[in-house]
């Protein structure tokens, strides 16, 4: 069973950055097929797809938020990490890693359905 959990502060001022880690037990997040995402979701609105690290360490990112996002991971222990700079009350939100399952049969490009998440963590951005 893969588990993940957030971790990180509840409480970013507006212009810092927001840093979250996700914990992943069950599975490495080197395994070929998937990738490992966060996804979040502010008051009222939508998922958010936000961006996602391959089993391979390669990065993909939702265009609107590439200028301000970055995700890196460590492979030794099992982490992967979200930092979002210079963020406004609009970046509230609950916070989830997931891991993403490559469909198939794999095509090109490919395409990802969730299969696990993390419970969420709610982060506030104020002063």
């Known amino acids: 069973q893969v588990q993940l959990q957030e971790s990180g502060p509840a409480l970013v001022k507006p212009s810092q950055m927001l840093s979250l880690t996700c914990t992943v037990s069950?599975?490495?997040?080197?395994?070929?097929?998937?990738?490992w995402s966060w996804v979040r979701q502010a008051p009222g609105k939508a998922l958010e797809w936000m961006g996602a690290i391959l089993y391979d360490g390669t990065t993909e990112y939702k265009p609107s938020l590439e200028s301000r996002i970055s995700l890196s991971r460590d492979t030794s222990k099992n982490r992967f990490f979200l930092q979002l700079s210079d963020v406004t009350p609009e970046d509230t939100a609950v916070y989830h890693c997931a891991r993403e399952k490559e469909r198939r049969p794999f095509g090109y490009p490919p395409t990802y359905e969730y299969d696990y998440w993390g419970q969420g963590t709610q982060v506030t951005v104020s002063s």
């Open positions: 069950g599975d490495s997040i080197t395994t070929s097929g998937y990738r």
